[in-house]
């Protein structure tokens, strides 16, 4: 590699490794120092290749170049080195009695607690994502605005204001209590989740972006399973989860950039590793007795990784459905419920339990309704259809329920 | 938004004896209609099964007994509680209930009080 295909390369990995080792180290009012050292590093990185070319080694080079601008600072600032080591209060700190850890055990160690950190209930969970794409993901402001479909004054805003709010609630970089843990670890999941689901429905264009958004999700989630006390039922179910979602992706989105909809997609263009990934953590995930909703959401992905419509298919769909509801209630939910519905017991039984939902806010009950009347009454069909076309706000939404309507 | 709970009761039929195949049956439709109930986020709490086994009546002057089964010829299977905005939408609930559609138990359907209620 070129060092200037080397450096964007290195940049995602590297940058939110090193940041993460000098948050855990200078604590999380320090976020923004632990932000400038990487990313001065990067362009010290940028400056010296493009001339020397890339170094032998180019991870050491960056780490040793972060090491000495850490070093630097604590020397140069009291306030740092009387946090890091408050046994030499008065004593002036040299710099060879500063460690800087970047192994890869307290990298990943570092990691892991800077998403709990940022995975933090204090914060919205806009801003969790926010902050985890920018500290965890190495991702730059215009990509986050991006994926938002937001500017970047608005998640610089966002991003202060998160930070402010970590530093006032005296958020500690660290492993959460055995006693805290299990809820702790509720929130990072839900973050994790919504973050997929940004990369997954996301509105935007940039096609990369939006898978790498995914992919990032789903690394973080890794990062859980790999440490023994994270590595639970649950966060497997939601990997196992992510991974089927995300081996649909390129069958999505056809040439035009226009959603193509799962019954009309091309099987082939889904990524059989992602199905068989997704299978071993499901399994990994069945050890043991609590069945989480990832569980549940996992198991309904897994059958929908096989096209055929078989009996069996849409009736373990509808019984998994019966069971998610009850332990969460969700519109998109009770809406996929009753389709699955319809597939065993027939659109006249739907349409019953359908039109008990009154889910009239929502494009997507329309959506159904039209369905489940189609070729049953296409009148009522038709001004189904309408109505949530009229409720629909996006232009991918429209277009797709446009041509329902035409194929009436 | 109130919340009723719905008290199962069924007698006990020592010919009863479902075959694997009738007791899926009933196992499905048990599902379809609490999913129903929570489709329509009536749902406020799935409950419990109430078990056979252990089962006591704690009476006055330190009286336990097993039971109550052999006194009465019902008995509570178990409950759960969904919220409504009234009563009738409660009962209607009540009607769908695998037990009331095939016979061989009742739903009783009682309003939770809140402290705002008076009755």
Redesign the interface.
Known sequence: MTSEELIPHLFRTEFTKITAVLCKLFGIEHIQVAEDIAGETFLLALETWSYKGAPENPVAWLYAVAKNKAKNILKRNQTFSKKIQPQLKNSVVTSSEIEIDLSEKNITDSQLQMLFAVCHPSISAEAQISLALRILCGFGIEEIANAFLSNKETINKRLYRAKEKLHHEKVQIEFPSEKEIDKRLDNVLTTLYLLFNEGYYSESSDNILREDLCLEAMRLTYLLIENEQTNLPRVNALLSLMCFHASRFAARKNENGEVVLYQDQDEKLWNAELISKGIFFINKASQGKIISKYHLEASIAYWHTIKADTKEKWESILLLYNQLLQIEYSPVAALNRTFALSKVYGKQEAIKEAEKLQLTNNHYYYTLLGELYKDINNTKAKQYFEAAYSLAKTQTDKRTIKKKIAGL | MKEFVLIFRTSPNPDFNPSPEQAQEMM?SW??W???I????K?AS?GSRLGISDAKVVQPNNVVTNGPFTEIKEFINGFIIVKTDSVEDAIAIAKECPMVKGGGGNVEVRRAVSPEDNS
């Open positions: 499905t599902m379809n609490m999913g129903s929570a489709a329509q986020d749902l799935q």
